[in-house]
């Protein structure tokens, strides 16, 4: 069975340019999480779906970032524009319906300079 | 607010057992990780514990849980030099509510 897949792995970017984060959850899935993770700190969330809702999105901050999950599959997550501080480690999970394990992928590590 | 505290640093000789320690904050976590991270890697769910259970045990790896404390650790024998990598604690308080971690516990493994 494939696990989370995330692209791109690694993304280096200009202050003030956009930027984007894909992920493709396990099949079946329906809840997924977008995290963040900055150096030497643990993952933080940002938002989560039940399949196409964001039923989380509280910690994402909405005047730069945005998240979408039309079809309840996979996910996009955006930054506009990214600032220095946005640099850090973008993961994705997963959990099926009825469990409590969450499965992550390899994350996206951004780097704005 | 929810808090996970466990300690950054953990060294050990390749053969001995590691204690890997966390505390939490939050009474209503029902469930309890330990996540593994290896460099450039995502999160490795390693084990988990409900926090109706004192112990788990699962090949090399212990889950003690002290609920009354609100104390968790990780209990690796045998430790390999594979098993260097930064393990991180977590709790949720429903199955599929976000994951609050801890800052992780750096292990080394001297060989």
């Known amino acids: 069975e494939a696990g989370v897949v995330q692209s791109p792995r690694y993304k280096i970017i200009e202050k003030k340019q956009p930027v984007a984060f894909w992920c493709n959850p396990i099949s079946g899935h329906n809840t997924l999480y977008w995290y963040l993770q900055n150096l030497g700190q643990g993952p933080e969330l940002l938002i989560r779906?039940?399949?196409?809702?964001?039923?989380?999105d509280s910690q994402l901050p909405k005047d730069r970032f945005s998240a979408e999950r039309l079809k309840g599959v996979d996910s996009t997550l955006k930054i506009q524009p990214a600032e220095l501080g946005d640099s850090a480690v973008y993961l994705c999970a997963s959990t099926p319906p009825g469990s409590n394990e969450q499965f992550f992928g390899p994350g996206t590590r951004l780097t704005v300079l | 607010g929810e808090d996970v505290e466990q300690s950054l640093f953990l060294s050990v000789r390749e053969g001995d057992s590691s204690v890997i320690n966390c505390t939490y904050t939050?009474?209503?976590?029902?469930?309890l990780y330990w996540y593994k991270q290896e460099p450039g890697a995502g999160l490795q769910l390693l084990t988990y514990?409900?926090?109706?259970?004192d112990m788990k045990q699962d090949q090399r790896l212990t889950v003690l849980l002290n609920k009354k404390d609100k104390h968790l650790s990780l209990r690796i024998a045998d430790t390999q030099t594979g098993d260097s990598a930064i393990y991180f604690c977590a709790e949720s308080a429903q199955g599929n509510t976000p994951l609050v971690f801890g800052k992780g516990t750096r292990l080394s493994v001297i060989a």
């Open positions: 779906y039940e399949n196409e809702e964001a039923v989380d």
């Open positions: 939050d009474s209503s976590s029902t469930y």
């Open positions: 514990i409900f926090s109706n259970m």
